[in-house]
């Protein structure tokens, strides 16, 4: 999908990031929001969502990490 | 509604029927709709049971490309319609298989909702992270070999090596405490405020260590006092580069879940 840019309001643009970083929309998305069983989703509801996609995460991040093996910066 | 077996719940709204004025594209590419019972407006959409069925979800939570698509959606239509009106926004993938049972849930929830609605009203979350700045490596004893007593390059190395690391450990504990400061400060300008885990920084793609993570719900008439303390605060704390974000839905204030500190 092409870029979302969302947050619209114009205070302090110095230190306002422009486009929703998809970290920050997951953390709110999985972790928050009303939690109601769909009964389509009635054994998801049993599972927390940022386990499941923090397993995609890490997998990708680990992928990501073992093509460019010098991506890590100074540690 | 029949050619399409499961219903995708973007959010749910106070008044009957809103009127979309963007017609907001969600998920799958389907229109957002509103659905009404019980005096409350689900805005649902329609996804196919093949890609958001029970076993896909499973399966497709664990793409991350397939999960950022969903919930730029998500949050798309989310953030369309509370431009328009308060919503309660709903945790991602919340699916229905008919509008039947989308409607049973508005019923059976009724009483929540309405108190989650009226919290949110008139309120915005912003979220503020904050990233210890840290010295870098080259900071600290950089300086030529001074030829002071007993200087092998060894012990020059080690000396210096100790100096960095201390550096980095006050860094940090500064950090953390103007972590705290700036959380107090901010918590009391906010009608409630939630703490997030930190985020690990190969996901954040910050290589500073993150040692606050947080989401404030501000009143909107108190918005930019909110905004100029954050300015502020940033200009204070030196050991803490402040990030602030939004304004978002209120995802993270929908009751139930929600905790003044996370774990």
């Known amino acids: 999908m092409s870029e979302a840019p969302t947050a619209t309001a114009t205070y302090h643009p110095a230190i306002r990031e422009e486009r929703v970083a998809l970290v920050d929309l997951l953390d709110r998305v999985l972790a928050g929001g009303v939690v109601i069983v769909g009964d389509v989703t009635l054994s998801i509801a049993d599972v927390d969502l940022v386990t499941v996609s923090l397993r995609a995460l890490v997998t990708s991040v680990s992928a990501l990490v073992e093509d460019t093996d010098d991506s890590r910066g100074g540690r | ?263």
């Open chain 2, 1 to 263: 509604m029949t050619d399409s077996p499961c219903v995708w719940v973007y959010a749910v709204a106070a008044d009957a029927a809103p009127a979309f004025t963007g017609g907001p594209i969600g998920v799958a590419g389907g229109a957002a709709r509103p659905l009404s019972a019980a005096g409350l407006t689900a805005i649902v959409g329609s996804v196919a049971e093949s890609e958001f069925g029970e076993a896909a979800l499973r399966q497709n939570l664990e793409d991350l490309d397939w999960l950022e698509r969903t919930a730029r959606a998500h949050h798309e239509v989310i953030e369309t319609v509370t431009k328009e009106r308060p919503v309660v926004p709903m945790r991602l993938a919340t699916v229905y298989s008919t509008d039947e049972a989308a409607a049973g849930m508005l019923m059976e929830r009724a009483a929540d909702l309405r108190e989650a609605l009226t919290k949110l009203a008139g309120c915005s979350e912003w979220g503020v992270k904050g990233h210890a700045v840290m010295p870098g490596d080259d900071a600290a004893g950089q300086q030529p070999e001074a030829d002071g007593p007993s200087t092998g390059p060894g012990a020059a190395y080690l000396r210096r090596r100790r100096v960095q690391l201390t550096a980095r450990r006050d860094a940090r504990q500064e950090a953390v405490a103007s972590a705290q400061a700036v959380h107090a400060e901010l918590d009391r300008l906010a009608a409630s405020a939630r703490l997030y885990p930190p985020q690990s920084p190969e996901i954040a793609g910050h290589s500073g260590s993150m040692v606050l993570n947080a989401a404030y719900l501000v009143a909107d008439d108190r918005a930019e006092e909110f905004g100029t303390a954050v300015t502020e605060l940033a200009a204070r704390h030196g050991a803490l580069q402040l990030t602030l974000t939004g304004p978002w839905p209120a995802y993270s204030f929908t009751g139930r879940n929600e905790s003044r500190d996370e774990r």
